[in-house]
């Protein structure tokens, strides 16, 4: 799992993301993969999964994805 935390611009309080260990998706026919990913901050928090077809993209995804959720 990766964690981070980053402060929010002129306040006390942070955000915090994770993305978890890509695993295969149970529901997937082609062996692709899936990995969660959370984002907590003050009054705001959302769990996520993201696919891809290989553990790489999966995360990579995720990034991408968690980038787009806190702009």
Same mark, same amino acid.
């Given at each position: 799992? +990766?964690?981070?935390?980053?402060?929010? $611009?002129? $306040?006390?309080?942070?955000?915090? +993301? !994770?993305?978890?260990?890509?695993?295969?998706?149970?529901? !997937?026919?082609?062996?692709?993969?899936?990995?969660?990913?959370?984002? !907590?901050?003050?009054?705001?928090?959302?769990?996520?999964? /993201?696919?891809?077809?290989?553990? +790489?993209?999966? /995360?990579?995804?995720?990034?991408?994805?968690?980038? /787009?959720?806190?702009?």
């Amino acid at each position: 799992m +990766i964690k981070a935390r980053y402060p929010l $611009t002129d $306040t006390k309080d942070f955000i915090e +993301i !994770s993305i978890g260990q890509p695993e295969l998706d149970p529901k !997937s026919r082609n062996n692709d993969h899936r990995c969660e990913c959370k984002i !907590s901050a003050p009054n705001y928090g959302k769990n996520f999964h /993201v696919y891809g077809i290989d553990e +790489i993209q999966c /995360v990579w995804l995720g990034l991408r994805q968690i980038r /787009v959720e806190i702009a």
